[in-house]
């Protein structure tokens, strides 16, 4: 293979429009004549500020009083957890290696800051040895 027949292909393009020059009128109007296919559509409002209309069911959530909120672990959770972790000598960060969790995790649980997970309570009471569980009485905050 001491000569290699190589072949030279060269192709020349030329970039097709931007979004915005495919989206003239001009360019609609070119691509009509050449008979390519062209789908328009009208949008729904465009160009208005329609978007800040009140409708039927805006009203109906204004009228909505109900406060949701997330249910949150009670202090008398958050310092069993304290007083088990102290009485073992467990910092916050010992345990939530213990666990396999976050030491920010420990910390909103003993601040009663937590969403409670049954999983991590569970994790927790047996790093521990305390029953968290029986004193979870839920909030609502």
């Known amino acids: 293979m001491a000569e290699s027949d190589w072949d030279t292909v060269t192709v020349l393009r030329k970039k097709g429009p931007t979004a915005a020059q495919a989206k003239s009128k001009q360019a609609i109007l070119a691509a009509q004549r050449r ?5 328009t559509s009208k949008k729904w409002a465009a160009g208005q500020n329609k978007q800040h209309s009140i ?7 204004d009228r909505e009083t109900e406060e949701l909120h997330h249910d949150r672990v009670t202090l008398e959770v958050g310092k ?21 969790e976050k030491p920010q995790v420990i910390a909103d649980y003993e601040s009663g800051r937590a969403i409670p997970n049954n999983q991590v309570l569970g994790k927790i009471e047996r790093a521990i ?13």
């Not at 008979?35 to 789908?39: I, P, R, S, T």
């Not at 040895?129 to 905050?141: E, F, G, K, P, W």
């Open 35 to 39: 008979g390519e296919d062209v789908e």
């Open 55 to 61: 409708t039927k069911n805006t009203a109906k959530l």
């Open 80 to 100: 069993v957890i304290q007083q088990g972790r102290q009485s073992k000598g467990l910092t916050q960060k010992d345990l939530a290696t213990k666990i396999n």
């Open 129 to 141: 040895d305390v029953r968290t569980r029986s004193a979870c009485v839920l909030r609502a905050q």
